[in-house]
Each structure stands twice: as C-alpha cells, then as structure tokens.
C-alpha cells in the first residue's frame, strides 16, 4: 500500500515510505525515528512517529536529503523537519541535531505553514569536503526559499561551499517572480517561473 518513496544516497543510503494508511516508515543508514531516540542503522521498514497533531493522512508530500534528514510536508502546508541538521538542512536557524520534528522557517523566522511545494537534494551523495543537504521550498505566496549547503551557490547565496539559514536566493523578487515548481539538484537548483519559456537556474555548471 505504498504511495511515496523518497531516499538519498549519502554514504549507504536511506529511504522513507508512506502508506495509503498513513503509516510512515523509513530504513537504511542512519536514519530517525521521530520519537526522540537517537539515529541507527536499519535493514528494515521501522514506523515512524509524527508530529504531534498530525495524522498520515493529513500528508501531502514526504522527502530526505544526506545524513539522513527527514521532511514531511501537511495538507495544510506546514513542512516538518526531522534529523541532522550539521548544515542547516532542517531550516530551524540552528545546526542543531533534531531527534523530534520541528517545522522549518520562513527567512524572517516564522514557522513555515503555508508552504506547498518542497524539493530537497536527492540526487548527488557527494563525500567530499563537504555535503550537498539543502531544500528549496515554494510558499502560498509563490515565493522561493532556499536553505542548507549552498555548495557550488547552488542556494543562490552570496558565499559558496557555507551553511545558510532560510533565505530568498539572489535573483529572485517575491511578488514579481512567480515560482510554479522547484528541483534541487546536486550542486543546482531549477525553478519553474510564471510567464516564462524558460527555466530559471543557479549553481555550479
């Protein structure tokens, strides 16, 4: 009864799983389990406890990124965040590690609950100096945020290869640029604009 799969790559890899029940599990390296206990290595589906007031069914889209960091985003359109959080990748104005959900942050602070669409990066388990564990996030007023790595400015932030806090990316003017859709990639980022034949992008080439 599986509905969503989302994973990444780092290291030995890990994935989560929604159920049409509602039911949210995960499995692989170093992964959590929402319930305040520390991150661990599973070879198994293991459930997953929510957030407090949030059924499985109130889910609308779930995602990871390295080290094991977990989001779920709500119908209602609060973005939680669960685990690591060494490059900001939670988007709580911290690095601390959380082992219960939080919900991530607008850039001027405020709890993220009118977001409707977020993508994180998936696609490149990078070892190198530094990881690539960021998310870019779309809110009910069609304005871009973007928080986590900004390796290769892929974050469209001023300074390459640094952690950064919740931010609107150079380049982009809320209320005047329109974002439809997001992709976060490895060491880019994609935007789908209003009115335009073309994609928006920023990162390393």
Not at 4 to 20: D, K, P, Y
Not at 25 to 40: E, F, Q, V
Not at 132 to 149: C, E, H, K, P, Q
Request: aromatic letters at 10%; a negative charge.
């Amino acid at each position: 009864n599986v509905t969503a799969v989302r994973g990444h790559g780092r290291n030995n890899g890990a994935l989560m799983a929604l159920t049409s029940t509602g039911q949210l599990y995960t499995w692989g390296y170093d992964t959590y389990l929402g319930n305040g206990t520390a991150p661990s290595d599973r070879n198994r589906a293991t459930a997953m406890t929510l957030p407090a007031g949030v059924t499985g069914t109130d889910i609308r889209y779930i995602g990871m990124t390295g080290s094991s960091a977990h989001y779920i985003l709500t119908t209602g359109g609060t973005l939680y965040a669960l685990g690591d959080n060494g490059e900001r990748q939670l988007g709580d104005f911290t690095t601390t590690e959380r082992r219960s959900w939080v919900i991530a942050k607008k850039p001027d602070g405020t709890n993220l609950t009118n977001c409707i669409y977020f993508s994180t990066q998936e696609h490149d388990g990078w070892t190198g100096t530094y990881e690539t564990n960021s998310v870019n996030a779309i809110d009910s007023d069609y304005r871009l945020f973007a928080w986590g790595m900004n390796a290769g400015r892929m974050l469209g932030g001023p300074t390459d290869a640094v952690s950064q806090n919740p931010t609107i990316p150079n380049g982009f003017t809320p209320f005047t640029d329109i974002a439809l859709y997001v992709e976060t990639g490895g060491h880019t980022s994609v935007y789908i604009k209003d009115e335009s034949t073309r994609y928006c992008y920023v990162g390393h080439r």
